[in-house]
């Protein structure tokens, strides 16, 4: 069985329909009657459930709100099929680079505090390859595994990228240090 949860918040007969179907799901099938049940329930799920209810819910994530109903059961299990999918596309998405956290999919860095950052895809690839290569990144690499150039080639694209990309940590984060120039080329 997979880890997913599905949780039926304040809508018994519902629960009480899937629950007799539910060895046919890839997710486990949790009745929850009210908030503080909600909040113990979601506390150890890791970000991996799906809480469904008839109204929007204001202090929780990762819900589905039924409200058209009549619908058909093959229906209803593939609208949660799709959430399910979706959480885990947006979860795939998300990157932890020290003090940072990138999400691929928005082009976005953010810091510890909320401080956004817009990224291009260039932009994200350059930290993406530097934080998953130990020690130092030459810059003919960088040449290489990032923009495809032969390593011969005379260019200054790296440099003139890291630059900017520097700058803008600097402007946003205040970070001076987020990649660092070594003799050789670059390392976050």
Same mark, same amino acid.
């Given at each position: 069985? $997979?880890?997913?949860?599905?949780?039926?918040?304040?809508?018994? @007969?519902?629960?009480?329909?899937?629950?007799? =179907?539910?060895?046919?799901?890839? !997710?486990?099938?949790?009745?929850?009657? $009210?908030?503080? /049940?909600?909040?113990?329930?979601?506390?150890?799920? +890791?970000?991996?459930?799906?809480?469904?209810?008839?109204?929007?819910? *204001?202090?929780?994530?990762?819900?589905?709100?039924? $409200?058209?109903?009549?619908?058909?059961?093959?229906?209803?299990?593939?609208? !949660? %099929?799709?959430?399910?999918?979706? #959480? #885990?596309?947006?979860? #795939? *998405?998300?990157?932890?680079?020290?003090?940072?956290?990138? %999400?691929?999919? *928005?082009?976005?860095?953010? /810091?510890?505090?909320?401080?956004?950052?817009?990224?291009?895809?260039?932009?994200? +690839?350059?930290?993406?390859?530097? @934080? &998953?290569?130990?020690? =130092?990144?030459?810059? &003919?690499?960088?040449?290489?595994?990032?923009?495809?150039? #032969?390593?011969?080639?005379?260019?200054? =694209?790296?440099?003139?990228?890291?630059?900017?990309?520097?700058?803008?940590?600097?402007?946003?984060?205040?970070?001076?240090? !987020?990649?660092? @120039?070594?003799? %050789?080329?670059?390392?976050?």
């Amino acid at each position: 069985m $997979n880890n997913q949860y599905l949780i039926i918040y304040q809508f018994t @007969s519902l629960y009480e329909v899937l629950k007799e =179907t539910e060895f046919d799901f890839n !997710f486990k099938i949790i009745k929850v009657l $009210n908030d503080k /049940s909600l909040d113990n329930e979601i506390k150890d799920l +890791n970000k991996k459930y799906l809480i469904i209810t008839k109204k929007k819910l *204001s202090n929780f994530n990762n819900q589905y709100v039924l $409200n058209d109903l009549p619908i058909k059961f093959t229906k209803l299990i593939e609208k !949660f %099929n799709i959430e399910f999918l979706k #959480q #885990q596309f947006n979860h #795939q *998405s998300e990157i932890n680079i020290g003090d940072y956290k990138i %999400n691929i999919n *928005s082009r976005e860095i953010v /810091s510890k505090n909320q401080l956004k950052l817009k990224l291009t895809e260039k932009e994200i +690839n350059i930290i993406l390859y530097l @934080s &998953n290569t130990e020690g =130092t990144v030459k810059i &003919n690499e960088l040449q290489k595994n990032v923009w495809g150039y #032969q390593l011969d080639l005379e260019t200054h =694209t790296v440099e003139t990228h890291i630059y900017r990309l520097r700058k803008k940590f600097l402007k946003i984060f205040d970070d001076k240090n !987020f990649i660092l @120039s070594k003799k %050789n080329g670059y390392e976050i």
